[in-house]
């Protein structure tokens, strides 16, 4: 990794275009997937100047690796976590290295593979109820429709319930004003962030009404010694015994942070997959067409759950080549937390790391036609490692990964056994940058297929029951679809 020469980031490539005072924000904001992708020639490293400030965008996938395993010294940080953290404070997406072991513990259970198997239970009767409620003809806004399958699924793995309407609605209303703001944020120079603009104040309004509905759900709970068999009782009832006392459970602020993290992963981050996987399915219609036949010969119509998992591969393969092609963290921050060295360049503390999962994705010597989308490319192989990442890797791996894979396979397995997807018009959908590669205003046109699911009169999502948690499954229906 390292060499036998140490020299320092002033000796890293300088990207062309920079502008004084604004560096390379222009371009990051007019067009950032063109100007990442315009660094791809930089074998290694290269230098990126965020208004007055510099960072290191690492284009190699080990440099990444070892900065993504060794985050004592590569610590979440920089322009990104810290607009997020505006938002869901030190929850454990967020937090500094110091925080984190302990709150990933207590978290742990909360992800549990028996747990797991009754979310994908939710999930399913979630992704069947949306299905079934479009119209032969429609056209739909497909990020929203998936945003409200994501909203209630979560809603009801989370809380074992789901909001009241209104709540819902301002809730996703709430939630697409601050993650549309973050991208923007992060670009614009601290005292500017700060003037009172009309933008400004919608997004510190809707940051504020969904911490306080979090936070009224959270107490409610905290109330409730009752395990409703969801995620929050496993986060309320966590203990960590390698802790103090005083800090074996997770306090009040400690638990709205960690359910406000999962509640915006889980549901914004696996809603932008599932569009671009439908866009990605329409404008291949062969590969559609393919998947619609596993699905009717694997659901048998039946409405989808973690039984049928270890049966659906394509739909496997489609969600992994989605999140090749598609990362929804595209791009993420590291701040060197003390000085070290990196591939023969000394790095010095507070310097900002910039990794994206969408530049190593796309590098053509790791992927033939990297831009191209075939799900064929994972049959009877497992992604590297090294060379995807769209969950990141080491202890700061997404803790949510299978949670969220489970969900888009059995979701896209229930709109391929209802409906045939076609694009609306003839121009190419792009992605909206944000901190996602956001899939906000993609429309696509349904036409009812011959073959639906029975069971179309199954019970609504939501329930005042407690989930139930069944026996823990064998080896395969909880099961990660991606190693990595």
């Known amino acids: 990794m390292t060499e036998t020469t140490t020299t320092t980031t002033a000796s ?29 020639g930089y074998p290694r ?11 290191v965008l690492i284009c190699d996938p080990t440099l990444t690796r070892h900065i993504f395993v060794n985050d004592r010294t590569f610590d979440k940080g920089g322009p990104i976590y ?22 990933r513990r207590l978290c742990q259970p909360s992800f549990h593979p028996q747990r797991l198997h009754g ?18 003809g429609q056209v739909l806004d497909v990020t929203r429709e998936m945003m409200t399958l994501t909203t209630q699924a979560t809603m009801e793995t989370m809380f074992s319930g789901s909001l009241p309407a209104d709540t819902l609605r301002r809730a996703l209303a709430d939630t697409n004003t601050v993650v549309s703001a973050f991208f923007r944020r992060m670009m614009t120079p601290a005292l500017l962030r700060r003037l009172p603009t009309p933008a400004k104040r919608r997004y510190d309004q809707a940051r504020s009404r969904l911490f306080a509905t979090i936070t ?34 997770l306090s009040d602020s400690e638990l709205a942070d960690q359910a406000l993290t999962f509640f915006l992963g889980g549901m914004e981050t696996t809603a932008i997959t599932l569009a671009w996987a439908l866009h990605l399915l329409a404008t291949h219609p062969e590969i559609q067409h393919a998947l619609q036949a596993e699905t009717d010969t694997v659901l048998a119509g039946t409405l989808p759950g973690p039984e049928h998992l270890p049966r659906l591969d394509l739909a496997t393969r489609v969600v992994t080549e989605t999140l090749r092609l598609y990362p929804p963290a595209w791009m993420m921050t590291r701040t060197v937390a003390q000085e070290a060295e990196l591939d023969g360049v000394r790095l010095r503390r507070g310097d900002t790391l910039v990794l994206s999962p969408y530049l190593i994705h796309r590098r053509p010597d790791l992927y033939a036609d990297p831009d191209h989308f075939d799900p064929d490319r994972w049959r009877g192989t497992s992604p590297d490692r090294t ?7 080491g202890a700061r791996k997404c803790i949510g990964d299978q ?50 699911p029975s069971g179309t009169d199954a019970p609504p999502v939501a329930t005042s029951q407690p989930l139930p948690v069944p026996s823990p499954p064998g080896p395969g229906p909880d099961a990660c679809p991606v190693a990595h």
């Open 12 to 40: 890293i490539p300088l990207a062309p275009g920079a502008l004084p005072l604004l560096g390379h924000a222009l371009p990051l904001l007019r067009d950032p997937l063109a100007f990442i992708r315009s660094l791809a």
């Open 45 to 55: 490293m290269v230098r990126v100047r965020l208004g007055p400030t510099s960072a």
């Open 82 to 103: 810290d607009r997020i953290r505006e938002v869901i404070g030190d929850g454990l997406s967020t937090c500094p290295y110091p925080l984190h072991r302990r709150q």
């Open 119 to 136: 979310y994908a239970a939710v999930f399913g009767r979630a992704s069947h109820a949306t299905a079934g409620s479009w119209h032969d």
């Open 216 to 249: 009224e759900i959270v107490a409610a709970r905290r109330a409730d010694p009752t395990d409703h068999a969801d995620l929050l009782s496993a986060l309320v009832a966590a203990v960590d015994v390698e802790s103090r006392d005083h800090e074996q459970r």
């Open 387 to 393: 060379g995807y990442v769209p969950f990141g890797a």
């Open 403 to 452: 949670f969220a894979l489970t969900e888009a396979i059995l979701a896209l397995t229930a709109v391929a056994a209802r409906w045939e997807l076609s694009p609306v018009g003839e121009e190419p959908f792009r992605p909206k940058v944000e901190t996602s590669l956001s899939s906000r205003g993609l429309r696509l046109r349904l036409r009812r297929r011959l073959t639906e």
